[in-house]
Every structure is written in C-alpha cells, then in structure tokens.
C-alpha cells in the first residue's frame, strides 16, 4: 500500500485531503481500525450466507449479501482514509528521509509476513485433506487427474503462466535496477512490461477456470479438494491484480518522473510484495497441481 510516498513537489490539484481523525491524539489515527472493521465484516457476511443456505436457513437469504456489500464500503472508506493520510497527503508536504524510507520497508515485510499467515491456513487445510484417503470420495477428480503420467492439471496453460509471472519479476527486478542508475527510460520499460505480463498472466488464469469449469465439470462446488484449488487460486489471483494496481500506480508516477536513484521507496515495497506473489504461485503449483498427482 506504499506507493505515494516519495515525492517533494507541492501539489495542489490532488484530491480532498483526509483529515487525521480523531483530532487531538497526535499520530493515532482510527482509519486503520475501521478497515479492519470493513475486513471483519467480509467474513461475517460469508458466515450468514452459508447459515441462509440448507432447508431450514438460521437468517434470510440476503442478510449474508447485504453485510458483505456494506464491509466492503466500509472497507473502502477506511482504507481510502488511511493511505491517503499516511502514505499520500503526509508526504506530499515533507522530504522523506532514511527513518521514514526504513518504516516503510519494514511495514511492507509486516504486511507480508500477515499474508504468509494467511496463504499458510489454506495450505494447512489442503495439507489435512491430503491426509486422508487420496482422491477425496466424492471429488470430481478423475477426468482431471488421471492415474500416472501429467495430469491437464499441469497442462501448457499452467506453464506458460508460471514463466509469464517469474519473467515479470525479472523485468520489475531489471527496472529497480535501472531506476538506480538514474536510467528512466529503461525504468518505465521495465515497469511497463511487468505490467503486461501481470494482466495476461490475469487473463491466463481467468481462461484455466472457463476450461476447468466448462470443458471439465471441475466446479466450485464439487469437493474438498475443489475449494481447496479455487479458494488458493482464487486468493492468489486477487493478490495478483492488486499488484497488477500498485505497479499501475508506478507506472504512472514513473511517467510524470517522481522517481529517481534516491527516491523510489514505493517502487521497493511494491517490488517486494510482486516477488512474494511470484514466489507464493510456484509453490501453488508445485502443491496444488503437480502435487495433486501423488495419489496416497
């Protein structure tokens, strides 16, 4: 979320600022707490929907929707007023310096050590399907994941999308570096390769689930397993378009040049959280798809 932090010229033309709130308490501020209020409420709802569903529902069909969409504005607003007045309106008005450079860096690597946690209770859950009897009774998983040899899990498809996210991390690698080097012109390159290659990896995946879901009757619905795959890879995906969104923001500020060899704070943090994405889908792969094929 550190992407507007590195910039010393006035600007007036940017939006609304968001005022610290509550008044009063110095640095405190009460935005992050609502979004995590928003984020709360994304489970709740997701909790009332599955008490709506079955022949004698415990609350009404649209309770579980309607607490969803309303933790989702909430969300919005709150993660609206914290960044803008952490990340944007703060430093706009002042020169960054190596403490604040260093908080930043270290918030990034907190942040991701909280996503670990949270890929790592998807993994936990899949690891206690696996072991038990292997394929789980009642999974759609023959068609899929046939008895020896490679499975259409791991297809051409799966491997072609793999090599489009590392190539990416090397080319957003290859732009820091030049950055550094006061090379702008290879910087925004760089960028803007990393870019397109994060929204056909997108596309790559949107298209393994049409295949999967269309050709292949492999659905949400059918099994342990299943959520399993599309509750990681679907999680997996949202952290790739929100990466896909940082490194659009980048992209932009690289064009009005507000970055250089001593200023590119965001630039690092949104590196690091790209290369942990990368990182979190070969091990997808390795676990998910071709670790699928071990049958116990």
Do not use: C
Request: glycine fraction near 12%; hydrophobic fraction near 50%.
């Amino acid at each position: 979320m550190t992407v507007a932090d590195d910039s010393n010229e006035e600007h007036g033309h940017h939006l609304p600022a968001v005022e610290d709130w509550p008044r009063g308490f110095g640095e405190a501020s009460w935005w992050p707490f609502i979004t995590a209020f928003g984020a709360a409420g994304f489970y709740v709802g997701a909790a009332l929907y599955v008490l709506a569903q079955g022949d004698q529902p415990l609350v009404g069909p649209m309770i579980g929707p309607s607490v969803f969409i309303a933790s989702a504005l909430v969300f919005l607003v709150g993660l609206y007023g914290w960044v803008y007045h952490a990340f944007v309106k703060h430093f706009w008005s002042r020169d960054p310096n190596e403490s604040s450079a260093n908080a930043l860096r270290w918030g990034m690597v907190t942040f991701l050590g909280s996503e670990i946690a949270t890929f790592g209770a998807g993994f936990v859950y899949y690891f206690f399907i696996r072991t038990n009897t292997w394929p789980p009774a009642g999974d759609e998983l023959p068609e899929l994941l046939p008895m020896g040899g490679i499975s259409e899990m791991l297809g051409s498809l799966v491997l072609i999308n793999t090599t489009i996210l590392v190539i990416s991390s090397g080319t957003l690698h290859w732009a820091h570096v030049e950055l550094r080097k006061n090379n702008h012109q290879r910087f925004i390159a760089g960028v803007a390769a990393t870019l397109l290659l994060g929204l056909i990896f997108i596309g790559g995946q949107v298209l393994e689930y049409y295949e999967f879901i269309v050709h292949h009757g492999f659905t949400f619905t059918g099994g342990v397993y299943n959520s399993a795959f599309f509750g990681l890879t679907g999680l997996h995906g949202l952290h790739v378009s929100l990466g896909a969104v940082l490194i659009g923001i980048v992209f932009i500020r690289a064009l009005y040049g507000q970055y250089s060899a001593d200023r590119h704070v965001s630039v690092t943090t949104v590196s690091m959280y790209w290369h942990f994405v990368d990182a979190v889908w070969i091990f997808l792969v390795v676990v998910l798809y071709a670790g699928a094929e071990l049958h116990a």
